[in-house]
């Protein structure tokens, strides 16, 4: 089992700058693959990024949403994983979850929400215009 508990998330101004962390728990932490997903409201769930289990490949959704503005890394000595965001857009105003993929290695990244078996709760990141 995986415990996941975000943080780093709140009011900003548009262009600026937010690191949200993600703490997990549990289950030994190089062992998965992490996710950031984000949900505005009314709106669907949407993936933002992934980073496999040693940290050196990313998976980010596409280009002209995220790509360039958002990195995600992860520390495995603090069991921790980030995603720095910089240019923050009002369209970026979200709620935040980070996830857990205890899939085989194998099966690469994913951008798909069924594919991640532990959520956090979330932190809320509000971006004025």
């Known amino acids: 089992h995986v415990q996941l508990v975000e943080s780093g998330g709140g009011l900003v101004q548009t262009g600026d700058s937010l690191r949200l962390s993600c703490a997990a728990s549990g289950r030994t932490f190089p062992g998965y693959a992490m996710g950031w997903f984000r949900q505005a409201p009314g709106e669907e769930r949407e993936f933002v990024a992934a980073v496999d289990r040693t940290g050196r490949d990313t998976y980010y959704a596409d280009a002209d949403s995220v790509k360039g503005r958002f990195t995600i890394s992860r520390d495995n000595a603090k069991n921790t994983v980030y995603l720095q965001m910089s240019g923050l857009k009002p369209e970026d105003t979200a709620l935040y979850f980070c996830?857990?993929?205890?899939?085989?290695?194998?099966?690469?990244?994913?951008?798909?929400?069924?594919?991640?078996?532990?959520w956090g709760q979330g932190t809320q990141v509000t971006v004025s215009s």
């Open positions: 996830a857990a993929d205890i899939r085989p290695a194998w099966r690469g990244l994913s951008h798909s929400g069924y594919d991640y078996n532990y």
